[in-house]
């Protein structure tokens, strides 16, 4: 069981830990002024970086060494808030997945 704690530790570390880092890293690139990103620009930085699947495997690392060195139980309101930490992340992420979507529907009436 403290793999498994320990597995949604680590994702919630890292998808919180990735958020902050896209929406930090995008206001450093533009200066605080308003800017187009680039889809593939995102994924540049995500999933076709190396660092980024090494941070993924660190966290969840992390995480399981937290779940199995915690001496007592986690309580139901860690893990309630944990989830609600986790809607941030959730919801950029179905936000570029939408914007996704609907670039590559219009993409098929332009042609």
């Excluded at 919630?12 to 002024?33: D, T, Y």
Aim: hydrophobic letters at 60%; a positive charge.
């Amino acid at each position: 069981m403290w793999a498994l704690k320990g597995t949604f530790i680590g994702t919630s570390i890292f998808a919180v830990g990735a958020a902050v880092f896209m929406l930090l890293s995008l206001r450093s690139i533009s200066g605080g002024k308003q800017m187009a990103i680039d889809i593939r620009g995102v994924s540049l930085a995500t999933i076709y970086n190396p660092w980024f699947w090494a941070t993924f495997a660190a966290c969840i690392v992390i995480g399981c060494a937290i779940a199995r060195s915690w001496p007592g139980r986690f309580s139901p309101v860690f893990w309630v808030v944990l989830a609600v930490i986790d809607l941030l992340p959730a919801g950029m992420l179905s936000l570029i997945l939408f914007l996704v979507f609907k670039l590559k529907e219009v993409t098929k009436h332009v042609q």
